[in-house]
């Protein structure tokens, strides 16, 4: 799983404003590896449910917030939003993501 997910493109710069110091900069590329282990972390999450999730659900088994990351897993084309939804603890729908199933049949990926 981890080239696969090593792949997903990174841009620091998107996450430091052109204002900031060049500590946020460099703060933005040590990013990289909580991000990959972010990433990592909730394909693993999903693959143990073994059904669609919501961000909150994952979230909340993983005990922080995982929206961001979803959108970038579901970029790199490694999860799809589903049609299904799920109340969350605000009481609106939450779109519910799983992992692509030519992910779920290739056990390399899984090593």
């Known amino acids: 799983m981890e080239s696969k ?11 430091a404003r052109s204002t900031d110091p060049d500590t946020s900069y460099d703060a933005a590329v040590s990013m990289h590896t909580n991000r990959v282990s972010q990433h990592q972390e909730i394909m693993r999450a999903m693959k143990s449910a073994n059904a669609p999730m919501t961000a909150e659900n994952i979230g909340d088994v993983l005990n922080y917030s995982v929206w961001r990351r979803m959108t970038e897993l579901e970029e790199a084309d490694l999860i799809v939003r589903t049609d299904i939804k799920r109340k969350n603890k605000s009481g609106r729908q939450a779109y519910c993501y799983e ?3 030519n992910l779920n049949d290739q056990g390399d990926f899984w090593k």
């Open 5 to 15: 997910i090593k792949n997903i493109p990174f841009e620091p710069h998107k996450l």
């Open 99 to 101: 992992i692509k199933n």
